[in-house]
């Protein structure tokens, strides 16, 4: 008998059908990956299995847990296998966890709940849960507030509480999304390592996550299973069309066409560029340029840098000490004191269209606002005629005019913020996470967007990514950014073929790769990044650095040229 | 935070003055003397007395010299209850306010927060809608409509409680004025923790409680109470001040010899150093409080800084 038999799942909200008779078992020790794309109902089933589904939900089929069905159970039925049967890992543990109260105050909860253990005991089992998942000073992180940990700290803590009852089935919904992918490699490990003998249900969007880490992969697609099987066969010889796409759409960075080096002239050069925030560095020293019809990746973990240093260029924030030069001329000061025709030269997209479009807007008057400005003279007729263009130009018809953003899916949203940033005919286009937020298919599409025009024009693009497959398949040029330094700069081809620095290194492995057969040789990095304020000596990065020696803790390491690369590291061969 | 506190107070200080300020102005516009009576006095009298409370001065110099007493601690002297300086009369009139004030509130808050709670968690249904619909009467009933309608239902006609003051002891003649007081306070605070626990409850973080077997009483108790009581902790500095000026009118109603009634008293009266010290008491207590709120708040949530 499985531990977990889901037969004819499905969910309703309304008329609206989220899960369309999923079936699926899961064995005792088994881990079974669930991918699907944002709507597939990857996570209202994982929902369902704890019976935690909203009020509106209507389940209909049937849920056995161990012999005991859930679809209609009653509360102490549903709270007795809650956590002690059944433990869970949510996406983004921030939300996850209570703000209000420590951590230990939260976790303690569980063994009460389930009385495993007494009042007198319970605090012990807590901080020794702490430090199994593998918590730095877990008695202090016992009293500490979730905000006071980093995301992947606090995605250590939510692991804890879902195996601290030690339950026969995990399930992890997206566990990594919100971390980065050093960070990411680490909490996939941990939750290897401390599963044992408890089944596993991973959800996930990302392919390479499942490749790794799943004996089983199930396929879901607008609510329908498409294909399940071993993993390794569903890798090999997907049987539908929907997993060929998924695999077709996902970004591999251990192979594939690297773009060529462009060659040409520079249109835009930072030069030392610094910005200071209160008490901390978070740009040093920084220089790169950028040529016509060039892409240019920063890449690098959250607190590196790479968001500050194109906002100090786009004079969003003050740089402290720098240059910027666009097109033979200084760009100084804050954006509102530059010229109108460099304002409009450069121009912006963010990761999460829906807040960076108004909501009260309709698509026909975001994407026309810049017109108003900058062109003010151009007939409405005239305008209505540009924007029109401009929308086909990204891929949406004109039925999309009249739309307001939240009528929009986050593809299209998107699509619409990167027009809102052409329509003034920009020569560079700053792309800040503007493609993380979508899934694989809709990724594909709006890069496709970005290279065809970036053909016809010749626009130049900094592409801040933190995910390494997509920068393989789009930019010419790559910068590595760790703790607000420059590490590494090369041509894609040069770096992703031969990474010197060993941050690069450790960043490129730590990619998960949708192949469970060519999983690469792994080296996760050892612990986060550190305070920027107060970095570490010498190499900033040498406290996680395998190689690093006496030398590197005393002596930080200059930016040279190593044949064709730029990297800043005693040992680039090493 | 006992830098924080220490700003707190120091900022708090323009505010009194300006308070003060406006107070003693609109004292003395207010046509009439602390000393006209039906009987108009001798004019020699007059400003023999007059001299003697330095009435005949011009008005910044009275002012001057209100502030200058105030500084040393010295409310002054009353000008109508002869032989009380206006600092023993608060200090007899103050318990019986403050014994009402702080029975409203605790009993607002015990009934509000009960009240919003069982409504969010039954969200949509019968009760949840007669919890609303009680509290929206709550709100727009005035106290002074409310105090007679209790009087005479449970004082008058069912003579369950006292309905007055005079001749009464112990805590019951307490209930009927700490009901009128808390009432639209119990209606307001079961609007605001409702909405507020509405919003909690559907927060990710009480997902994942229940996902960990808890059961709704302990949901809420652990992981929802303390997050939804922020907009209703927000609320206690109006809340303290509503209360204030309520209990004017219900001491005055139910014939409470508190601070409101002074008050009512001395503004009649033009009793000026009496109504002023009031103002000064009450301000002082309102910034006082409020102070006390904003500390609060941030032993609830532990991201809040004081900077």
Redesign the interface.
């Known amino acids: 008998m499985s531990l977990l038999d889901v037969q004819g799942l499905t969910i309703r909200y309304g008329d609206e059908t989220v899960v369309d008779g999923v079936n699926l078992f899961i064995d005792r020790g088994e881990s079974v990956g669930l991918v699907g794309e944002s709507g597939s109902g990857k996570s209202q089933s994982a929902l369902a299995i704890?019976g935690?589904l909203p009020r509106q939900a209507v389940a209909s089929g049937s849920i056995e847990f161990d012999g005991q069905q859930i679809l209609g159970a009653s509360?102490s039925v549903?709270?007795?296998?809650?956590?002690?049967r059944i433990g869970?890992v949510?996406q983004?543990p921030m939300?996850?966890?209570?703000?209000?109260?420590r951590i230990g105050?939260?976790l303690r909860?569980?063994p009460l709940?389930?009385k495993l253990r007494d009042k007198a005991e319970v605090d012990a089992r807590v901080v020794e849960m702490l430090a199994s998942v593998g918590l730095p000073d877990p008695q202090r992180q016992f009293r500490a507030?979730p905000?006071e940990l980093s995301g992947g700290m606090r995605q250590r803590v939510?692991l804890a509480?879902a195996l601290i009852?030690e339950p026969d089935l995990l399930i992890a919904d997206e566990p990594t999304t919100a971390l980065d992918v050093t960070v990411q490699a680490q909490i996939l490990d941990l939750l290897e390592d401390m599963r044992d003998n408890t089944a596993l249900l991973l959800i996930t969007h990302d392919l390479g996550i499942v490749a790794g880490h799943c004996e089983h992969t199930i396929v879901l697609d607008r609510g329908r299973l498409v294909e399940q099987g071993p993993t390794t066969s569903v890798f090999a010889a997907p049987s539908h069309a929907h997993t060929r796409a998924l695999l077709a759409a996902a970004p591999r960075v251990d192979r594939g066409d690297v773009p060529e080096a462009v060659t040409g002239s520079t249109i835009l050069s930072v030069g030392d560029a610094v910005v200071d925030y209160r008490d901390l560095q978070a740009v040093s020293k920084v220089s790169f340029s950028v040529k016509i019809g060039e892409t240019v990746a920063v890449v690098g973990e959250s607190g590196s840098g790479k968001s500050s240093l194109v906002r100090a260029m786009l004079g969003l924030v003050p740089m402290a000490s720098g240059r910027v030069v666009y097109a033979g001329s200084t760009l100084e000061g804050p954006v509102e004191d530059r010229a109108q025709s460099q304002r409009r030269d450069l121009q912006l997209v963010f990761q999460d269209p829906v807040s960076a479009l108004n909501p009260q807007m309709r698509v026909q008057t975001l994407v026309g606002e810049p017109l108003l400005v900058h062109e003010p003279q151009l007939s409405a007729a005239a305008r209505a005629e540009r924007v029109a263009a401009m929308l086909e130009r990204v891929g949406l018809s004109r039925k999309f005019l009249r739309r307001f953003p939240h009528e929009l899916s986050g593809g299209q949203a998107q699509r619409v913020a990167i027009a809102r940033a052409l329509i003034l005919g920009p020569r560079v286009l700053v792309c800040d996470e503007a493609v993380a937020a979508l899934d694989g298919s809709v990724r594909k599409q709006v890069l496709n967007v970005l290279r065809d025009v970036q053909a016809d024009t010749g626009l130049s693009i900094i592409f801040i990514s933190h995910d390494l497959a997509v920068v393989r398949s789009i930019s010419h040029r790559v910068l590595v950014m760790y703790l607000g330094r420059l590490v590494e700069m090369a041509d894609s081809e040069t770096l992703f073929a031969a990474p010197k620095h060993p941050y690069t290194r450790a960043l490129l492995d730590s990619v998960p790769v949708p192949d469970p057969v060519a999983m690469p040789k792994r080296a996760p990095l050892r612990g986060e990044v550190p305070s920027p304020v107060n970095p570490p000596s010498g190499c900033v990065f040498h406290p996680r650095c395998a190689k690093a020696d006496a030398r590197c803790g005393s002596k930080a390491p200059a930016l040279r040229d190593v044949e064709r690369t730029r990297v800043a590291c005693h040992y680039p061969n090493a | 935070m006992l830098r924080y506190t220490l700003l707190r107070i120091l900022g708090a200080i323009p505010t009194l003055l300006l308070v003060i300020a406006l107070a003693f102005l609109m004292v003395h516009a207010a046509p009439g003397g602390p000393f006209d009576d039906e009987r108009a006095l001798p004019a020699d009298v007059e400003a023999n007395i007059a001299a003697a409370y330095h009435l005949d001065e011009p008005l910044p110099q009275q002012f001057l010299r209100y502030m200058s007493g105030l500084l040393q601690g010295d409310l002054g002297p009353s000008y109508r209850y002869r032989d009380y300086t206006v600092a023993e009369l608060i200090g007899t009139a103050f318990p019986y306010s403050l014994k009402l004030g702080a029975l409203a509130m605790a009993l607002a808050l015990l009934l509000g927060v009960t009240a919003g709670t069982v409504a969010a968690l039954r969200q949509g249904t019968a009760l949840d809608k007669v919890v609303m619909g009680f509290s929206m009467t709550g709100i727009s009933i005035p106290v002074f409509v409310i105090a007679p309608v209790l009087v005479l239902f449970l004082a008058v006609k069912l003579q369950w409680l006292p309905a007055g003051w005079s001749g009464t002891t112990g805590m019951s003649r307490y209930l009927l004025p700490v009901i009128t007081l808390a009432l639209p306070q119990i209606a307001y605070i079961a609007r605001l923790t409702r909405a507020s626990m509405i919003d909690v409850l559907s927060?990710?973080?009480i997902?994942?409680?229940?996902?960990?077997?808890?059961?709704?009483v302990?949901v809420v108790r652990?992981?929802a109470l303390?997050?939804a009581m922020l907009p209703v902790l927000s609320y206690m500095g109006p809340a303290i001040a509503a209360i204030l000026t309520g209990s004017v009118v219900v001491e005055e109603i139910f014939g409470i010899p508190g601070l409101g009634q002074f008050f009512v008293r001395g503004a009649l009266n033009r009793d000026y150093t009496l109504v002023l010290g009031i103002v000064v008491f009450y301000a002082s207590l309102i910034v006082f409080l409020n102070l006390l709120v904003d500390i609060l708040y941030g032993a609830?949530?532990?991201?809040v800084r004081y900077q």
């Open positions: 704890l935690l509360d549903l709270n007795a296998l809650r956590a002690r869970i949510f983004d939300q996850a966890l209570n703000p209000y109260l105050a939260q909860q569980i709940t389930h507030y905000h939510m509480s009852a | 927060r990710d973080f997902r994942t409680a229940y996902a960990q077997g808890l059961g709704t302990t652990v992981h303390k997050p609830i949530d532990p991201r």
